[in-house]
């Protein structure tokens, strides 16, 4: 593909070409379903040229599988392979990586098209790409629907109604902060449950609030769960979460 060049025109009648980058899109894929996509985002990803994602590594890509059906069969694939360790240092290697391999394609004027899951901006991998190459490149970011929106729309649960505040607290956090960050709550959604489920039902038994909890496991994907908490499996994938409502402020 030809560079996209424009003539730098000044006073003096320098005529000097300026290479024109390409763009970098972020684009949230929602919690899983394909049809919970916008328009946007499958406009965008079946037009691509270039597709980047994240994957474990050696693993497979839970972004590439939710858009699959719309990557073209022509399109350059860049592979962003994250570790999950929780040492950080790894995973922000593999975002220097990631970052360079998009670094090449845009600087050649092509497109860039990352699939995030969820929402870029919420939780979302591809936070750490934006902050390498947005001082270097336009970047443009596409939100997604998030998964707690999506939990609380399968449980059949508002997530807060009128002057209600909701709180969003991820599991690794310690017992004690979880306790006083709840008590303070009108609803909760936990993140990032996976191995901290346990930790978490301990917690929420002994406020009181396992009866108002409810567990969600791979929303609107595959083998999807969603059970009271106190009826959810003894092991829980990273893509999982708990959603707390109090009720203080009736919405009925």
């Known amino acids: ?35 919970l996509m916008t328009l946007k985002a499958a406009r965008l990803i079946s037009t691509a040229g270039v597709v980047a994602y994240p994957a474990l590594v050696g693993g497979d890509s839970l972004a590439r599988s939710i858009a699959a059906d719309l990557i073209s069969a022509d399109a350059v694939e860049v592979v962003v392979e994250v570790p ?12 220097d990586r990631g970052s360079a391999a998009i670094a090449v394609h845009l600087e050649a004027g092509r497109d860039v098209v990352c699939l995030c899951e969820g929402d870029p901006f919420f939780y979302g991998s591809f936070m750490y790409l934006f902050a390498r190459l947005s001082q270097r490149y336009q970047v443009a970011v596409v939100p997604g629907v998030s998964s707690m929106n999506a939990v609380a729309a399968r449980s059949g649960r508002p997530m807060v109604a009128r002057n209600e505040v909701v709180t969003v607290l991820p599991g690794p956090l310690g017992e004690d902060d979880l306790r006083a960050r709840i008590r303070a709550a009108d609803s909760v959604v936990l993140m990032k449950v996976g191995r901290h489920l346990g930790k978490l039902k301990r917690v929420l038994q002994g ?7 409810v567990y969600v ?12 908490l106190g009826e959810a499996p003894e092991t829980a994938p990273y893509w999982s979460m708990i959603l707390v409502t109090k009720g203080a402020d009736p919405w009925l």
């Not at 000097?16 to 949230?28: A, D, F, N, P, T």
């Not at 406020?207 to 909890?213: N, S």
């Not at 496991?217 to 009271?228: K, L, S």
């Open 207 to 213: 406020e009181g609030l396992l009866v108002d909890a």
């Open 1 to 35: 593909m030809n560079v996209l060049v424009a003539k730098n025109h000044t006073s003096g009648g320098d005529t000097s070409e300026k290479k024109i980058c390409g763009v970098l899109y972020g684009v949230g894929l929602g919690p899983g379903d394909p049809e």
């Open 84 to 95: 999950m360790t929780v040492d950080r240092r790894p995973a922000q290697a593999a975002y």
């Open 217 to 228: 496991e791979r929303v609107g994907m595959a083998g999807e769960v969603c059970v009271p």
